[in-house]
């Protein structure tokens, strides 16, 4: 981890003034309102997260940390900070679907009382949630928490398609059957693992929610272990091979895994015909969007042949994925499946029927689409950082439960990398395997959402997400310049 220049300090204070630029007028614009155009809170709202999300992002890449945890933790202070200086506006982000599940409720004729004491455990808690809306100003604060909700949806779908962008069925066939044991063995030992550490330390916990905490451990986010590769020139060592292979096996298995924890969570029942119906639904979903979605895709860009050829990827592309988004949702899985999918199948030789300068100065798909998921994005993790609640920490059974999750995270990927073959770095493809990064976090944002994950295992996840996504850089380096130091010294007498 690098250390802050000290001489770079006053330039750093001075980067932080747009914060304070916007940070002041939000606040302001929040308790005072009076604007002429209804959307001009809304404006500015969204505008201040983002600000605060690239200035997470700006001290991540100082420190040498992904930009997915500078993100999380200007959510945490943000939101844990504004909420203990008084600021009671910051309920609403704080508490987030179930606030406009409470809304919902009330247009099916429910009085607001009713519906926050329905929604919320805690009747102070829910008292303070209906003064908030029904204050002068509860309309701007609703609008600028679900405008930023939906934003961050939105950049969950695009995050997902990206990954998908990163893997496509032909790599899948290529990493062949050691990647595919690695990933069975790296999603089922942790998802076991934590199952077990979560019922252990928190008895009380429901069914579907120790189910989703074996889920959220059994993902991986394979992105920080690409970096790390790239920057030790290990890319093409049979080591990144077994990795990225399994990652790509383990997005798979993680969705499906996903879309059975909902399909149960959801149904409320646990049976072994409920099971194979919800696997057998993700299943053909997967497999009619493989081979329908070609047709599907090629009857978009036949349509948008009279643009030119970046329009037509930026056109076909969001068309595509939100269109495969929606129809997983239709059929009862999460809409983040539907968003990897579209990511596995479309890539730029569909477009290739483009031809002359119009294709040649044409970018990727992935390029083309990046810039709506750096916007959107860090919307999303500054959002989880807010719902992540200091106070669930003053509980020495979340301390217990974060503790136990983060070990069971670990020994779990570090089992996985046994089913490599001897001949390989086990340790290092183990290793490889660690971050959870923001897959985990998506896992637990939907389970969050469908009621299952409260706040004290909320906060016990994040801080798991956060462990392992920061230990993982250095194990990684030190796995993969151990063994090469081994193989040059030879074995030890």
Do not use: Y
């Given at each position: 981890m690098r250390k802050l220049d000290k001489d770079r300090l006053p330039s750093i204070f001075v980067s932080m003034l747009p914060l304070v630029l916007v940070a002041v007028p939000f606040a302001y614009a929040v308790a005072a309102g009076g604007h002429s155009d209804p959307a001009a809170p809304i404006i500015l709202g969204v505008t201040g997260i983002l600000v605060f999300a690239v200035v997470g992002r700006y001290f991540a890449r100082r420190l040498g940390q992904p930009s997915v945890l500078g993100e999380l933790v200007i959510g945490i202070l943000l939101g844990n900070l504004i909420y203990l200086l008084g600021g009671d506006f910051i309920l609403v982000m704080r508490e987030g679907r179930p606030v406009f599940d409470m809304i919902d409720m009330t247009f099916s004729g429910a009085s607001i009382h009713a519906a926050a004491a329905s929604v919320f455990q805690d009747p102070v808690l829910a008292?303070?949630?209906?003064?908030?809306?029904?204050?002068?100003?509860?309309?701007?604060?609703?609008?600028?928490?679900?405008?930023a909700d939906v934003f961050s949806r939105y950049g969950m779908i695009f995050l997902m398609f990206l990954v998908g962008l990163e893997s496509s069925v032909e790599e899948m066939r290529r990493a062949g059957g050691a990647s595919l044991k690695v990933a069975l063995v790296g999603m089922l030992a942790p998802f076991a693992l934590g199952v077990?550490?979560?019922?252990?330390?928190?008895?009380?916990?429901?069914?579907?929610?120790?189910?989703?905490?074996?889920?959220?451990?059994?993902?991986?986010?394979?992105?920080?272990?690409?970096?790390?590769?790239?920057?030790?020139?290990?890319?093409?060592?049979?080591?990144?091979?077994?990795?990225?292979?399994?990652?790509?096996?383990?997005?798979?298995?993680?969705?499906?895994?996903?879309?059975?924890?909902?399909?149960?969570?959801?149904?409320?029942v646990f049976e072994g015909y409920a099971v194979m119906r919800i696997l057998g639904l993700a299943t053909l979903f997967i497999l009619a969007a493989m081979y329908a979605g070609p047709y599907v895709l090629r009857g978009l860009i036949s349509m948008m042949r009279g643009l030119r050829a970046h329009e037509a990827k930026i056109f076909v592309s969001f068309i595509f994925v939100m269109g495969l988004s929606w129809f997983a949702d239709l059929v009862g899985l999460a809409t983040i499946i539907g968003a990897f999918a579209a990511g596995l199948i479309i890539n730029d030789r569909y477009f290739d029927r483009w031809i002359g300068d119009d294709m040649a100065g044409c970018d990727t798909v992935k390029n083309l689409m990046a810039p709506l998921e750096a916007v959107l994005v860090p919307i999303f993790f500054v959002l989880i950082g807010m719902q992540v609640k200091l106070e669930s920490f003053l509980s020495g059974e979340v301390w217990l439960l974060a503790t136990g999750l983060a070990v069971a995270?670990?020994?779990?990927?570090?089992?996985?990398?046994?089913?490599?073959?001897?001949?390989?770095?086990?340790?290092?493809?183990?290793?490889?395997?660690?971050?959870?990064?923001?897959?985990?976090?998506?896992?637990?944002?939907?389970?969050?959402?469908?009621?299952?994950?409260?706040?004290?295992?909320?906060?016990?996840?994040?801080?798991?997400?956060?462990?392992?996504?920061?230990?993982?850089?250095?194990?990684?380096?030190?796995?993969?310049?151990?063994?090469?130091?081994n193989d040059a010294h030879g074995p030890s007498k």
């Open positions: 008292n303070k949630i209906v003064g908030i809306v029904q204050g002068p100003h509860g309309m701007q604060l609703l609008s600028i928490a679900h405008t077990a550490v979560a019922w252990l330390v928190l008895p009380d916990n429901s069914f579907g929610a120790l189910l989703f905490i074996g889920a959220t451990l059994g993902a991986t986010s394979v992105g920080i272990t690409a970096r790390v590769l790239s920057e030790l020139d290990a890319v093409h060592s049979r080591e990144a091979c077994v990795i990225l292979g399994a990652a790509i096996f383990d997005d798979v298995l993680g969705l499906v895994a996903l879309a059975i924890v909902s399909g149960i969570v959801i149904s409320g995270a670990i020994a779990g990927k570090l089992v996985c990398g046994f089913a490599a073959d001897r001949s390989l770095n086990r340790l290092a493809i183990g290793v490889g395997m660690l971050p959870r990064g923001e897959v985990g976090l998506i896992f637990a944002t939907i389970g969050k959402g469908l009621g299952v994950i409260d706040s004290r295992l909320f906060a016990s996840i994040v801080l798991m997400v956060v462990i392992t996504t920061v230990i993982s850089p250095s194990l990684l380096k030190w796995a993969l310049r151990r063994h090469v130091s």
